[in-house]
């Protein structure tokens, strides 16, 4: 099995040198480059191809967010998953926007951050615990100051099911568990999800469905 091609993108030498030397040892992970802020990242993404790109959020010339919106358009295979120390509700929301799979802080042990690249390759979005709660707290919030607009789409009842399990950041698998079904059923669920809806990925689709209040 070939290794995951990693790109770690921070304004700060020693985070990211630390950083690549946990992820050097690590199985099945191997750091093609570093970037110092995310013009750099846009060219070195371009340049290399990497498979996944751990992104600062805060960085001089161009920051992650604008950075990662870039590399979404121009290197759409490269996924991105955001590693800082910021877990502020607008960088968050802002980062998943552009496209990141994902938004992990800095203080992930490097097991875990291994992991995370592994899934975020595999197409399953990472949310720091930390993380998930601002913004569920954050969807709550908005659910008790303003009433929705009905929303129309034309997904059948298991498919909200399984929309509703994804929001929850629930892999094919967890999901299969729930709703007793196979994983190949859950994927198929996936597809016409994305499909019916006009989005790009999981990420996208659990946006939707906590912006849309269907979870």
């Known amino acids: 099995m070939t290794d995951i091609r990693v790109l770690i993108v921070d304004d700060q030498r020693l985070v990211r040198e630390g950083i690549a030397s946990l992820l050097e040892i690590q199985d099945g992970i191997t750091v093609i480059g570093t970037a110092v802020d995310g013009q750099q990242a846009v060219v070195q993404a371009e340049d290399l191809r990497p498979d996944v790109i751990l992104m600062d959020v805060r960085m001089p010339v161009m920051d992650g967010v604008q950075a990662t919106e870039r590399i979404q358009t121009q290197v759409p295979e ?3 998953l955001m590693l800082t120390t910021f877990d502020d509700e607008e960088y968050i929301i802002k980062s998943l ?3 990141a799979c994902g938004y992990l802080l800095k203080d992930t042990p490097a097991e875990n951050l291994a992991q995370a690249i592994k899934l975020t390759y595999a197409g399953i979005y990472q949310l720091a615990p930390s993380v998930a709660g601002k913004l569920v707290g954050n969807w709550q ?3 008790t100051e303003q009433s929705p607009e009905p929303v129309e789409h034309d997904l ?3 498919e909200l099911d399984v929309l509703r399990w994804l929001a929850t950041g629930a892999s094919n698998r967890e999901i299969a568990e729930k709703l007793v079904v196979s994983e190949g059923t859950v994927k198929n669920h996936v597809s016409n999800i994305l499909s019916r809806l006009g989005l790009r990925d999981r990420v996208q689709a659990a946006l939707y469905a906590h ?5």
Do not use: D, F, I
């Open 78 to 80: 490269c996924k991105v």
């Open 97 to 99: 926007r552009a496209g």
């Open 141 to 143: 919030k908005s659910s």
């Open 156 to 158: 059948t009842e298991r």
């Open 211 to 215: 912006e849309h209040q269907l979870v």
